[in-house]
Structure formats: structure tokens, C-alpha cells
């Protein structure tokens, strides 16, 4: 069977059906559907780079300097937003290992491209999952977020994350008035313009948001496993900290890449 081949009204209708819900029928592929024929799929792309995270729980205590740290990692996967269960695609990511800091940063060229969704944004989430690193025991888990991709498209009305168009400082200006010659006047004011780091992650992420990139900031919630441990001992939920993620999409993007720095600028 191929796209020159006559169907009948049945069929035709059918595919009419799948069409709404992100299937197209201008190319033919081996594909199985449940009517036996074969069908080409929507693919878009979904684009996904850790950058940062910060005030993460300590799992680990150092040998040497007695120090609190963690060796985090990041696992990142796209999964069912309904139930969080596997999208049924090999879609998932690895981050290298920071060692020994509870405020990581992924400077290297971490970022995953996924080019075959073939499933509508509004049925995907991102999940986000952080670990520590240990040699001889299970990985302790750090915390984790789930993420629908249809709140991290911009051009959805259930857009929630990323920063706004307007009023971004780029910097922090500290102005420094010299003693005037009449007590109440100031004869010079000199200005020096300080770039502090939360204005300069602020420009990076508007940057970011002129080439169609969502960078953003996301709370990390406690994993089931951390709230079973929590209830046994009897201790309090720990605070998870955060997880700075830039993430891209194009819907119908026939293999369309992403731009090309997924990472800080």
C-alpha cells in the first residue's frame, strides 16, 4: 500500500480522525496502526539542556574536611503526563556527575535533542530527576519535577515558565555622590555599573528567550522514596532546592534542529 493507492470512504474517514490527533497523511511509512495500514506521523522536535542547580540536599559528608556535599547528577526524560510512565520511546537524558557541590553547574555541551516525538505536546511532560553519585551503594535520589511541555511552549496559553519581555535589569548601578561645595549640593556623582550574578543570569535568560528558548528556574519536590524515609524516621521533608533548565520546541518540525547554544552563553 503507498499514498497512490485508492481507499475507501471507511478508511479515508479514520485517517481523517488520527489527522486531529497529530498524525498527517502526505508520506507513507512501515508503521502499524489498527486498521493495518501503513501511516506517517507528525514529528516534532523537543530540545532540553541542565544548566544549573542549587541549595540541593547533602547526602554525602566528605572524608577529609568533614563537609556536607552531594555528587549530583541529573536524568531527564519525557514521559505520559497523565500518569508519568514511559512515553514508549527511548527519549530520557544523562548529565555527567558534579562532584562534591550542592550548587552544580553544567558549563560542557549537555544538551539532548529528541527530533521523533510523534505525540502531541499536550500529552508529554518533562520529567526531571537528581541524584548523588555513590561508588559502593544505591544512588541516592535528591529530588525531582515534572514538567508538561505544553506549559513550556510559549506560544501555548498555558504558558508558565520563562522570563518576561520587559523590565529586566541588566545590571546593578550603584551611584557614588561626591562631597559638594554647599552643604544639601553634590558637585559630582560618579556611576559604576556592577554586574551581579542574578542580573547576569537574568540577561543570559533573555537572550535565551530572543531565540526561542525557555530558560527557567524549577522547585525540586521530594521523590516518593525521600517520603517514605521521611514518615519511618520521623523527620521533617527536606527542601530539595532547584534545577535551571533551557528547553525548545517545534511542533510539525519535520526533524527542524534546535538553535545551536543550548548552553550559557
Not at 525521600?226 to 510539525?252: I, N, Q, Y
Amino acid at each position: 500500500f503507498n499514498h497512490d493507492n485508492e481507499i475507501d470512504s471507511a478508511t479515508f474517514k479514520e485517517l481523517c480522525q488520527l489527522e486531529t490527533k497529530g498524525f498527517c497523511m502526505d508520506k507513507w511509512v512501515a508503521a502499524p496502526t489498527p486498521f493495518g495500514i501503513p501511516l506517517y506521523m507528525k514529528f516534532s522536535t523537543i530540545a532540553v539542556s541542565v544548566l544549573a542547580a542549587k541549595d540541593l540536599i547533602a547526602a554525602d559528608k566528605s572524608i577529609l574536611s568533614g563537609r556536607e556535599t552531594s555528587d549530583p547528577y541529573i536524568i531527564i526524560d519525557l514521559v505520559d503526563a497523565k500518569n508519568q510512565s514511559e512515553a514508549g520511546q527511548s527519549w530520557t537524558h544523562r548529565t555527567p556527575v558534579k562532584h562534591r557541590t550542592l550548587n552544580p553547574r553544567w558549563t560542557e555541551r549537555n544538551s539532548v535533542e529528541w527530533r521523533d516525538v510523534n505525540r502531541p505536546f499536550e500529552t508529554l511532560a518533562l520529567r526531571i530527576r537528581v541524584f548523588d553519585a555513590d561508588l559502593l551503594d544505591e544512588d541516592d535520589p535528591l529530588g525531582e519535577c515534572v514538567l508538561p511541555i505544553i506549559d513550556l511552549d510559549p506560544n501555548s496559553d498555558s504558558f508558565k515558565h520563562g522570563v518576561r519581555s520587559s523590565g529586566l535589569p541588566r545590571a546593578n548601578a550603584i551611584a557614588a555622590a561626591a562631597p559638594g561645595g554647599k552643604w544639601g549640593l553634590v558637585r559630582s556623582v560618579s556611576m559604576k555599573i556592577v554586574e551581579t550574578p542574578k542580573a547576569r543570569e537574568l540577561d543570559e535568560m533573555r537572550k535565551a528567550k530572543q531565540r526561542g528558548i525557555v530558560d527557567a528556574w524549577h522547585k525540586l519536590e521530594p521523590s516518593e522514596s525521600m517520603l517514605e524515609k521521611a514518615r519511618s524516621e520521623g523527620t521533617e521533608v527536606p527542601f530539595c532546592g532547584k534545577v535551571r533548565v533551557r528547553t525548545w520546541l517545534k511542533k510539525d518540525s519535520e526533524g527542524t534542529g534546535a538553535p545551536d547554544n543550548m548552553t550559557i552563553d
